[in-house]
């Protein structure tokens, strides 16, 4: 028995001028198939708004449905833009890639779709480097730092990739490479570590919410969390170890889901405790809405306000980031490895310990380089 014979159809969506002829070709509407086989109906998504593309889609299937070997045509490949982002996305989510992870892929290759379409240009085998590099182009008013730009870059090859290997491009195209421009590393001396301390009563009118800020610093501080990661803290993840007689924060990096267990001071780890915010299982979060958003709210309105107030207002640096840096380089200063350093702070790499703090891991030697020539001396 041959193949069925597979009509493609339109289903309109609302308000479509050409919603009353379901074969309509001049639409964006999404386009499905219907045929009969064994006496029994069946219909199914093109998976596409293109009707061009839904004559390639219904080819392969005529071909499986007869059991014959697909024919190899160079159309069957294409895929529009809007088409191929759908099914990487899908991809992503069967991965089980974070939901902020999938929103942030969702925004970007929307901006290149729509990048795309204003130069008429539709299909993925149209993306060549040209039209690459005019949307890379675009990114510097979208994303100020260059080390966003360098992860966008990645999202976008991700995608690029995925479509090779899709055979819906022939190759990858090469992306205009991006420097990165590393912020200072700029841990805060005793000194300002103090003022930033006091200042946080002085700026914050809420006694319970500077309570709650002073708390958040503190532990910044002492166990080297990044601020994500400090305010979607649990209780339950302050454990009380009774027989060495200290606290320890056992948690995940929320970035690279890393494992780390630091001992914290007990006065620390009871201020913490101490915090209150209407919801027994976080310390600082409510629970409700998304970590990324909590996370940019209090850098917004509570670290940079008592950041500045203290007379410590960033130079392009994340302000919060000061309190990792302090954690890291104190460390370092007293001699601990810095093997055993980005352990605690939780990089999946030492080679990322040592693009940050290098120079004060060799800032320590040269302290003791001038204890042993001091010595001669004496």
Same mark, same amino acid.
């Given at each position: 028995?041959?193949?069925?014979?597979?009509?493609?159809?339109?289903?309109?969506?609302?308000?479509?001028?050409?919603?009353?002829?379901?074969?309509?070709?001049?639409?964006?509407?999404?386009?499905?198939?219907?045929?009969?086989?064994?006496?029994?109906?069946?219909? /199914?998504?093109?998976?596409?708004?293109?009707?061009?593309?839904? #004559?390639?889609?219904?080819?392969?299937?005529?071909?499986?449905?007869?059991?014959?070997?697909?024919?190899?045509?160079?159309?069957?490949?294409?895929?529009?833009?809007?088409?191929?982002?759908?099914?990487?996305?899908?991809?992503?989510?069967?991965?089980?890639?974070?939901?902020?992870?999938?929103?942030?892929?969702?925004?970007?290759?929307?901006?290149?779709?729509?990048?795309?379409?204003?130069?008429?240009?539709?299909?993925?085998?149209?993306?060549?480097?040209?039209?690459?590099?005019?949307?890379?182009?675009?990114?510097?008013?979208?994303?100020?730092?260059?080390?966003?730009?360098?992860?966008?870059?990645?999202?976008?090859?991700?995608?690029?990739?995925?479509?090779?290997?899709?055979?819906?491009? #022939?190759?990858?195209?090469?992306?205009?490479?991006?420097?990165?421009?590393?912020?200072?590393?700029?841990?805060?001396?005793?000194?300002?570590?103090?003022?930033?301390?006091?200042?946080?009563?002085?700026?914050?009118?809420?006694?319970?919410?500077?309570?709650?800020?002073?708390?958040?610093?503190?532990?910044?501080?002492?166990?080297?969390?990044?601020?994500?990661?400090?305010?979607?803290?649990?209780?339950? #993840?302050?454990?009380?170890?009774?027989?060495?007689?200290?606290?320890?924060?056992?948690?995940?990096?929320?970035?690279?889901?890393?494992?780390?267990?630091?001992?914290?001071?007990?006065?620390?780890?009871?201020?913490?405790?101490?915090?209150?915010?209407?919801? #027994?299982?976080?310390?600082?979060?409510?629970?409700?809405?998304?970590?990324?958003?909590?996370?940019?709210?209090?850098?917004?309105?509570?670290?940079?306000?008592?950041?500045?107030?203290?007379?410590?207002?960033?130079?392009?640096?994340?302000?919060?980031?000061?309190?990792?840096?302090?954690?890291?380089?104190?460390?370092?200063?007293?001699?601990?490895?810095?093997?055993?350093?980005?352990?605690?702070?939780?990089?999946?790499?030492?080679?990322?310990?040592?693009?940050?703090?290098?120079?004060?891991?060799?800032?320590?030697?040269? /302290?003791?380089?001038?204890?042993?020539?001091?010595?001669?001396?004496?």
């Amino acid at each position: 028995m041959g193949a069925p014979v597979i009509t493609i159809f339109v289903r309109h969506s609302a308000g479509c001028k050409y919603a009353g002829d379901e074969f309509s070709r001049r639409c964006n509407c999404r386009k499905h198939f219907r045929w009969t086989k064994d006496g029994k109906q069946h219909r /199914r998504q093109a998976g596409t708004r293109s009707w061009e593309e839904a #004559e390639a889609v219904k080819r392969q299937l005529q071909d499986q449905l007869a059991g014959r070997t697909p024919e190899s045509r160079p159309e069957d490949n294409a895929r529009t833009i809007q088409a191929a982002i759908a099914v990487f996305l899908e991809d992503k989510t069967v991965q089980g890639v974070t939901p902020g992870v999938l929103k942030k892929y969702t925004r970007e290759l929307d901006r290149l779709q729509r990048h795309c379409e204003s130069r008429s240009i539709f299909t993925v085998q149209a993306v060549t480097r040209e039209v690459l590099t005019g949307f890379c182009a675009t990114w510097e008013s979208v994303y100020p730092s260059s080390y966003t730009r360098s992860k966008v870059r990645e999202r976008l090859r991700s995608f690029l990739r995925y479509c090779y290997e899709a055979k819906w491009l #022939e190759r990858v195209p090469a992306l205009p490479k991006i420097k990165v421009d590393e912020p200072p590393t700029l841990p805060l001396t005793a000194d300002e570590y103090t003022r930033l301390l006091d200042a946080v009563y002085g700026q914050i009118a809420d006694r319970k919410q500077a309570d709650r800020v002073h708390a958040l610093f503190q532990i910044m501080r002492w166990s080297g969390l990044a601020i994500r990661d400090a305010l979607t803290l649990e209780r339950a #993840e302050i454990k009380r170890d009774a027989q060495k007689r200290l606290y320890r924060i056992v948690t995940s990096r929320q970035k690279t889901k890393t494992h780390v267990s630091v001992p914290i001071p007990a006065a620390i780890a009871e201020e913490l405790l101490s915090v209150t915010n209407g919801n #027994e299982r976080y310390i600082f979060w409510s629970g409700v809405g998304e970590e990324e958003s909590v996370t940019k709210n209090w850098a917004k309105y509570y670290v940079a306000p008592v950041f500045k107030a203290a007379g410590l207002a960033g130079e392009g640096h994340m302000m919060s980031h000061r309190l990792r840096d302090t954690f890291a380089v104190d460390l370092l200063q007293k001699g601990v490895p810095l093997e055993e350093v980005s352990k605690l702070l939780g990089h999946t790499s030492i080679k990322t310990t040592e693009r940050h703090y290098a120079k004060w891991v060799q800032g320590r030697q040269d /302290r003791l380089d001038s204890l042993v020539v001091g010595a001669w001396d004496s």
